[in-house]
């Protein structure tokens, strides 16, 4: 149990529109959804934190209006990256939190690229 | 804020051999959890191993093993009888203990990463 799927997992699009992720929790609730940004061969970047039903948290330097995120259900948040452009391309992991427990769950991530 | 840091970029180690990873990290708190996870090439987190800061005993998972040091603020992570599937990134990260309504519940914060070869 405890699998967290992510859609796609590679997309290509063009500079200038935009594009959504979907992160779900396929066999249990997820009360918190989190959002990371990796670069190759570096760590984990904590983009921002997703509770349902209410704003996602920003971690700084994350500009909110560029990376919008939607916690609509408690088994599905949304990353939509609006604008895009090269410099966003990345691999973006979403990770899930059940029943406010102790482990997190990651998603296989989505590799981004921007041309 | 906690800090997380792992001074090793890249380790190698013959298969079957043992190798031990590095992590220090910096807190005000006393009550908090360590995790060690994996990150092999397709990129998927798999969490390795556990500690709670509250436990003295050093978390043990078949070959995974850590060296808890609280005073020290360490927390390694040792792979014994190395195998070529055991080749990844890893992964320390720190979580506090905070409360369940707190904005920063759950949040994670991940040292720089060591990339880890396994010779055969």
């Known amino acids: 149990g405890a699998v967290v799927s992510q859609h796609p997992s590679w997309v290509i699009c063009k500079s200038g529109t935009s594009v959504k992720i979907e992160c779900r929790s396929l066999d249990f609730q997820a009360t918190t959804m989190f959002w990371y940004r990796q670069f190759p061969k570096q760590s984990l970047m904590l983009m921002a934190t997703s509770n349902e039903g209410s704003k996602a948290t920003y971690e700084q330097g994350v500009e909110k209006d560029k990376f919008l995120i939607n916690h609509a259900s408690l088994t599905l948040s949304t990353l939509t990256v609006t604008s895009a452009h090269p410099e966003d391309s990345s691999f973006y992991i979403c990770s899930a939190l059940r029943d406010r427990g102790l482990e997190q769950y990651f998603g296989p991530g989505t590799r981004l690229t921007v041309t | 804020a906690q800090t997380v840091t792992q001074s090793q970029p890249e380790m190698s180690v013959q298969e079957a051999e043992t190798v031990t990873l590095s992590c220090t990290y910096d807190t005000s708190e006393s009550d908090y959890y360590l995790f060690w996870y994996k990150q092999p090439p397709s990129r998927q987190m798999i969490l390795v191993i556990r500690?709670?800061?509250?436990?003295?005993q050093n978390a043990t998972e078949n070959r995974f093993s850590v060296n808890f040091q609280k005073a020290a603020k360490s927390f390694s992570l040792k792979i014994s009888d190395s195998q070529l599937g055991d080749a990844a990134m890893y992964f320390c990260?720190?979580?506090?203990?905070?409360?369940?309504?707190?904005?920063?519940?759950?949040?994670?914060?991940f040292g720089q990463g060591t990339i880890l070869t396994v010779h055969p």
């Open positions: 500690q709670e800061a509250y436990k003295q």
């Open positions: 990260a720190y979580r506090t203990r905070g409360w369940a309504g707190g904005t920063s519940y759950g949040k994670l914060t």
